[in-house]
T-cell receptor, first 113, second 109 residues
């Protein structure tokens, strides 16, 4: 397995544009997490899914953020409209259970100008 | 609510010196605690977990329930240990992994 795969690796977009980040979890993992990493706040959990169902989205900063998991092998995190303060590295992670190790993707570095 | 606190954002030590990265947690039940590491330009990866009681790359961490701490220690730091370190807690009933804000460790030559 190639691990958790995220795309794109880098995204530069203008303020106001829609941004979609993608994640493919490790096959067989039924937990998927989206995190945001910034210098100021470190690693923050945005939302997580269990068996494709969103369980806790309390970390999603605003209504501009939305996440979906249409099937077990794909998830998206969408920001619409994007703002400069959304600039961060967004990580996706998956695990095989709540007490198990989380495996992280390489992250998407988002820059909103 | 579960919370993880890493009081030091930045930590610098000289090569060969002991290093301790602090982590305190808040959780009412019996948590499972982890240390994750992110080397420059690499993905975040698990370093060790308290339940394994193992030493990885010379690092150890002991869970102290009385002090609600899970500090990461290494007796002799190496330059290749320079990285961002995150302490994380998984509370079983909460079913989510909560990370601290991270500590950037720099080991100076």
């Amino acid at each position: 397995d190639a691990g958790v795969i995220q795309s794109p690796r880098h995204e530069v977009t203008e303020m106001g544009q829609e941004v979609t980040l993608r994640c493919k979890p490790i096959s067989g993992h039924d937990y998927l997490f989206w995190y945001r990493q910034t210098m100021m706040r470190g690693l923050e959990l945005l939302i997580y899914f269990n068996n494709n169902v969103p369980i806790d989205d309390s970390g999603m900063p605003e209504d501009r953020f939305s996440a979906k998991m249409p099937n077990a092998s794909f998830s998206t995190l969408k920001i619409q409209p994007s703002e400069p303060r959304d600039s961060a590295v967004y990580f996706c992670a998956s695990s095989s259970g709540p007490m198990h190790e989380a495996f992280f993707g390489q992250g998407t570095r988002l820059t909103v100008v | 609510a579960q919370r993880v606190t890493q009081p030091e954002k930045l930590l610098s030590v000289f090569k060969g010196a002991p290093v301790e990265l602090k982590c305190n947690y808040s959780y009412s039940g019996s948590p499972e605690l982890f240390w994750y590491v992110q080397y420059s330009r690499q993905r975040l990866q698990l370093l060790l977990r308290h339940i394994s009681r193992e030493s990885i790359k010379g690092f150890t961490a002991d869970l102290n329930k009385g002090e609600t701490s899970f500090h990461l220690k290494k007796p002799f730091a190496q330059e290749e240990d320079s990285a961002m370190y995150y302490c994380a807690l998984n509370g079983g009933s909460a079913r989510q992994l909560t990370f601290g804000s991270g500590t950037q460790l720099t080991v100076l030559p």
